[in-house]
């Protein structure tokens, strides 16, 4: 069983700057995608980046600019760089490892980011 676990998450002005980091546990097989989802009350769970084992990287348009996601294969874990916050990222974020062939599909606990002066 793979579990992961997110970190990162708070408080920061307009403006601001967080990273958040997510740590995958257990074994892990190639050919997946790595990333961040976000979710607020009465909206549905959004993309907002993610990374092929692979290499490829994809954006919502809303971050593209701003975030910046990077992975290490090697300690399972991704990142999130998120710059020039905005009060409309203010979301629970969650991380997700997912199988390119379907086999899995994981979800992190959620980690709280407010971004409010």
């Known amino acids: 069983q793979v579990q992961l676990v997110e970190s990162g998450g708070g408080l920061v002005q307009p403006g601001g700057s967080l990273r958040l980091s997510c740590a995958a546990s257990g074994n892990i097989f190639s050919h997946n995608v790595m990333g961040w989802y976000r979710q607020v009350p009465g909206k549905s769970r959004e993309l907002v980046a993610v990374i092929f084992s692979t290499g490829p990287k994809k954006y919502a348009e809303s971050v593209e600019g701003r975030f910046t996601i990077s992975r290490d294969i090697a300690y399972n874990s991704v990142y999130l760089q998120m710059n020039s916050l905005k009060p409309d990222d203010t979301a629970v974020y969650y991380c997700?490892?997912?199988?390119?062939?379907?086999?899995?599909?994981?979800w992190g606990q959620g980690t709280q980011v407010t971004v409010s002066s």
């Open positions: 997700n490892l997912r199988a390119l062939n379907g086999d899995y599909d994981y």
